[in-house]
Each structure stands twice: as C-alpha cells, then as structure tokens.
C-alpha cells in the first residue's frame, strides 16, 4: 500500500515532503520565481523531483520567458490554460492563445514567451526517463535572444547557461487576476 505524503507549509504554499501520493491545488501550493526574468512556477512535486514525469504550471506575463531556448532528450508536452504566448520552436516563431496544445519530441529546441495584454497560464510536463544519461543543450538563436529568452553562447549545461542569472526563491505570484487568484 502507497502511504500518503505529508504537505508541509513553506513561505510559497504547500509542498510534499517524502514519496507518497497526495492532493495539493495549484492556489495553495508552493510557486517559485524563476531567476528573477522567468515568470512563477508551481512545481506539485516540492523540492524533490518526481521520478518519472515532472510537471508544473508556468505564469508568464507578456515580454517574460519561461527559460532558455533548448532542446533535450527528451519529450516534452505544453497546454496553454489562460491567455497568450509565442512558442518559439526550430526558428520559428507562433502565437499561442488558452488550449493550444504543443508537442516537442526529443530534440526539439523551443522556448516559451508572455504575450497579449495579461499573464498567460501553461500546463508543462516531460518526460524523466533519460535525466541520468539524458542530454540538453541551449543554442544560440537570434529570435531567442531578441525575445530575451536566449543563450548567447552554446552551452550543454543547465549551470554554465543560467550562470548570468540568480537563483530561483519561493515566492508566490502577484495577483495579476488569474483565473485562481
């Protein structure tokens, strides 16, 4: 029998502590903000990494990206929940607006960036299957960088392509009238 995980308080929200199954809704789970320029994320699965698929929610205001322009080896899958965004996705970029739907098998360099007149809400999960033997690597990409969301050298760490910017802390969105908030 699979026990059930405790919530524990946080300064952001609830957030698991230990393997189990449990029940947290987004409005009181625990968010962080991202390096300062990468918009909120509500990570259900806290501080340790769900071992199979990790999912999060995404709170984009316009102008703000939800990282940096990659690709990886894995897949990952985005549903847009509220509001606008441009995929940026092989060189190219296309607007997004609420159930757009986004398929990135392994390989697949894109980025995600707020648009429209208010924030934009997104569904993220991936697969972890290869986390161990996996690979990511951020290019170099002119649209990424004129959106803010790009590396200006290749980098094939998470560490070496976010040197530039702060650590990620708990904190809970503002309220920018989300659909919870």
Same mark, same amino acid.
């Given at each position: 029998?699979?026990?059930?995980?405790?919530?524990?308080?946080?300064?952001?929200?609830?957030?698991?502590?230990?393997?189990?199954?449990?029940?947290?809704?987004?409005?009181?789970?625990?968010?962080?903000?991202?390096?300062?320029? *990468?918009?909120?994320?509500?990570? *259900?699965?806290?501080?340790?990494? *769900?071992?199979?698929?990790?999912?999060?929610?995404?709170?984009?205001?316009?102008?703000?990206?939800?990282?940096?322009?990659?690709?990886?080896?894995?897949?990952?899958?985005?549903?847009?929940?509220?509001?606008?965004?441009?995929?940026?996705?092989?060189?190219?970029?296309?607007?997004?607006?609420?159930?757009? *739907?986004?398929?990135?098998?392994?390989?697949?360099?894109?980025?995600?960036?707020?648009?429209?007149?208010?924030?934009?809400?997104?569904?993220?999960?991936?697969?972890?299957?290869?986390?161990?033997?996996?690979?990511?690597?951020?290019?170099?990409?002119?649209?990424?960088?004129?959106?803010?969301?790009?590396?200006?050298?290749?980098?094939?760490?998470?560490q070496e392509a976010y040197?530039?910017?702060?650590?990620?802390?708990?904190?809970?969105?503002?309220?920018?009238?989300?659909?919870?908030?």
């Open positions: 029998m699979v026990e059930q995980a405790r919530l524990v308080e946080t300064e952001s929200g609830f957030a698991p502590e230990g393997d189990g199954w449990f029940v947290v809704n987004a409005r009181e789970a625990a968010w962080w903000r991202q390096r300062d320029v *990468f918009g909120y994320v509500c990570r *259900f699965e806290g501080d340790a990494a *769900f071992p199979e698929l990790g999912i999060n929610l995404r709170v984009l205001r316009p102008g703000e990206p939800n990282c940096r322009y990659h690709a990886q080896s894995t897949q990952e899958d985005f549903l847009v929940l509220h509001g606008e965004c441009l995929l940026l996705v092989e060189g190219e970029e296309r607007r997004l607006r609420a159930w757009d *739907f986004v398929h990135c098998p392994p390989g697949t360099a894109h980025v995600f960036v707020g648009a429209g007149d208010g924030p934009c809400v997104i569904l993220m999960a991936g697969s972890r299957k290869d986390d161990e033997q996996g690979w990511v690597v951020y290019p170099v990409s002119e649209l990424a960088l004129n959106h803010g969301a790009g590396a200006r050298s290749e980098a094939h760490d998470p040197a530039d910017l702060p650590a990620s802390r708990r904190e809970r969105p503002p309220d920018l009238g989300l659909p919870w908030q």
